[in-house]
């Protein structure tokens, strides 16, 4: 429907480790990861902010993000997310300047109410306060970064006297700000009000996080609290995430995938988020469940094209693709299924195929003429090679 001609294509680090396992070892697969994408031309990846859990293993991504941006080149680094109700706003936005200039404008910044009611329990945070706190913390960035008008605030939480960004955005105006909207359509309301991009989850238009919402309702709320606030939103900024496992076909993505999956979804977002069960079995079942109904997409290629022309229907339209990272399955599935997205989803999505495409057919269509041409060149050769020996 409204697909840009180049879409982007990133991931959604939170990340997710299960407990047993080297925790070293898998900050340093994230690393890797991220090295991983950035050969595949994946354009960007927002890193998670987490204190609690076991699973999600970052707790600064601006320190992760800086050890990634010497080890890459190319791919954006963001926050996904930092929870503003943890932080200072000025702290946030001289650690993002700082970031934004030695990544030399590769940052982005993501920002949340935090998500793991734990974290918030133990900062001594009441979590009915956190989306007032965000809302309150993101207009001071924004005011922060916008220009350098010194800024005198005192909020319950926070004060500033004065207070000015230390450095300027390398990036002018500033650095990509988006917001995360997961959970509710409060996030979508507040990237409306403060004019910032969005992130969201992908769900079927019925049932899901969003209630009876679909994602083009979704959309225009965050629309309508734009044109209140005089504002617009760019569906060209607004970035989907996805659950995908990608194989060379069905049966082996959900072979690969059967036991991580499952760990994915029981151990961690029921066992330790207090989530229902999505089925009554045993975790070796999850994956099916989920990739039939559509929430997760465990499979082939083509299957993640087909979802993402779904999604432009169900949407009206956006401009990136973020697939959650995790580790259903090992190492070397893990790469291979973001290389397989590289090699046939993204084309299909970046305008990168249609020349290609046509010269194939133009020359298929000349292969009689040249046929022909090429025997007359040769037998020309041959005549003139004889012609000399003369």
């Known amino acids: ?36 994408l950035d050969y595949l031309g ?32 190319h791919i954006n680094l963001g926050t996904g997310v930092i929870s503003l109700p943890y932080h200072h706003p000025l702290m946030v936005t001289n650690r993002m300047v700082l970031l ?30 956190q989306r007032a706190r965000m809302d309150e913390s993101l207009g001071i960035i924004m ?40 959970t509710s359509p409060s996030g979508m309301v507040l990237a409306g009000k403060h004019g910032t991009s969005v992130i969201s989850i992908a769900t079927p238009t019925t049932g899901g996080r969003y209630g009876d919402k679909g994602l083009a309702d979704f959309w225009a709320m965050g629309e309508e609290s734009a044109e209140n606030h005089g504002n617009t939103l760019d569906r060209g900024e607004w970035r989907i995430m996805v659950p995908a496992f990608i194989a060379e076909t069905k049966k082996e993505a959900l072979e690969q995938a059967r036991i991580g999956a499952g760990k994915y979804q029981r151990d ?14 045993p975790p070796e079942k999850i994956v099916e469940a989920l990739s039939d109904s559509g929430k997760w997409i465990v499979g ?5 094209v087909t979802r993402i022309n779904q999604l432009d229907e169900e949407s009206g339209g956006f401009g990136g693709l973020l697939v959650l990272a995790h580790e259903w399955g090992n190492r070397e ?5 973001y290389e397989l997205i590289a090699r ?16 194939e057919h133009w020359s298929a269509s000349k292969s009689e003429e040249v046929r022909e041409l090429r025997t007359g060149a040769l037998a020309k050769a041959g005549k003139d090679y004889d012609s000399q020996k003369k």
Do not use: C
Request: aromatic letters at 10%.
């Open 344 to 359: 046939y989803v993204m084309p299909q999505f970046q305008n990168s195929l249609n020349n290609l495409s046509l010269s």
């Open 100 to 129: 934004d200039h030695l990544t030399r404008g590769r940052t982005m910044l993501g920002v949340g109410p935090g998500a793991l009611v734990t974290d918030a329990y133990m900062l001594g945070i009441e979590p009915m306060t």
């Open 300 to 304: 082939t290629p083509d299957e993640l």
């Open 143 to 182: 005011r922060l970064l916008s220009g350098s008008e010194p800024i005198t605030y005192k909020s319950e939480w926070f004060t500033l006297n004065e207070a000015v960004a230390h450095l300027e955005p390398y990036t002018k105006p500033h650095f990509p700000v988006a917001v995360a909207a997961a």
């Open 333 to 337: 599935q893990m790469m291979k299924s």
């Open 42 to 73: 994946f354009d960007e990846a927002w890193i998670g902010e987490h204190h609690s859990g076991g699973w999600e293993t970052i707790a600064s991504p601006e320190l992760f993000i800086g050890v990634a941006a010497e080890r890459t080149k």
């Open 268 to 281: 961690y977002f029921e066992h330790v988020m207090g989530n229902d069960p999505v089925i009554d079995g």
């Open 1 to 36: 429907m409204a697909l840009p001609q180049r879409m982007k294509f990133g991931v959604f680090l939170a990340p997710f480790h299960v407990l047993g396992e080297n925790p070293t070892l898998g900050l340093e697969r994230d690393l890797e990861t991220l090295e991983w």
